[in-house]
């Protein structure tokens, strides 16, 4: 299970003394467990891959303030904290495939128009799941809708 592995490598950078992974390892943990305690269930392994995809996105939408404010040093971590992160989650989508699996939804769905974007949105996520982010679907859904 994730949750092992997770506190398996917590205690191997531990060991190794390799902060910034030990770090970025007890946030993803205490994001988990702090959802398993608010609603008081044992989260599946899908579920920790929504919340790792959550606390990936958070630090890509928080370069570019660091960017703008000429903090290159942070940019730098929150990019090293980005690459652990992603060693969870499922290999990502090209905007490629991504646009092939929104062309079929768009299909199944029957969409014809920007209008039945949130019925696209929906499906596509539902498909798709953490193996890409938000924007790049709607990207995708916007460009095949137009």
């Given at each position: 299970m994730l949750k092992e592995k997770l506190l398996e490598d917590l205690k191997n950078?531990?060991?190794?003394?390799?902060?910034?992974?030990?770090?970025?390892?007890?946030m993803v943990r205490a994001a988990i467990l702090q959802v398993e305690k608010d609603k008081h269930i044992e989260l599946t392994d899908e579920q920790i891959i929504e919340i790792m995809a959550k606390e990936a996105k958070k630090r890509k939408d928080s370069i570019t303030d660091y960017e703008k404010g000429g903090r290159q040093d942070l940019v730098?971590?929150?990019?090293?904290?980005?690459?652990i992160i992603e060693?969870?989650?499922?290999?990502q989508l090209s905007k490629e495939e991504v646009k092939?699996?929104?062309?079929?939804?768009?299909?199944?769905v029957g969409a014809t128009s920007i209008k039945?974007?949130?019925?696209?949105?929906?499906?596509a996520k539902e498909k798709i799941g953490a193996a890409s982010d938000g924007r790049t679907i709607n990207e995708a859904v916007k460009e095949l809708l137009n």
């Amino acid at each position: 299970m994730l949750k092992e592995k997770l506190l398996e490598d917590l205690k191997n950078s531990m060991k190794t003394k390799n902060e910034l992974r030990k770090n970025v390892v007890q946030m993803v943990r205490a994001a988990i467990l702090q959802v398993e305690k608010d609603k008081h269930i044992e989260l599946t392994d899908e579920q920790i891959i929504e919340i790792m995809a959550k606390e990936a996105k958070k630090r890509k939408d928080s370069i570019t303030d660091y960017e703008k404010g000429g903090r290159q040093d942070l940019v730098e971590k929150i990019n090293e904290e980005i690459k652990i992160i992603e060693e969870y989650l499922p290999k990502q989508l090209s905007k490629e495939e991504v646009k092939g699996i929104v062309a079929e939804v768009i299909k199944e769905v029957g969409a014809t128009s920007i209008k039945d974007m949130g019925n696209v949105m929906k499906a596509a996520k539902e498909k798709i799941g953490a193996a890409s982010d938000g924007r790049t679907i709607n990207e995708a859904v916007k460009e095949l809708l137009n």
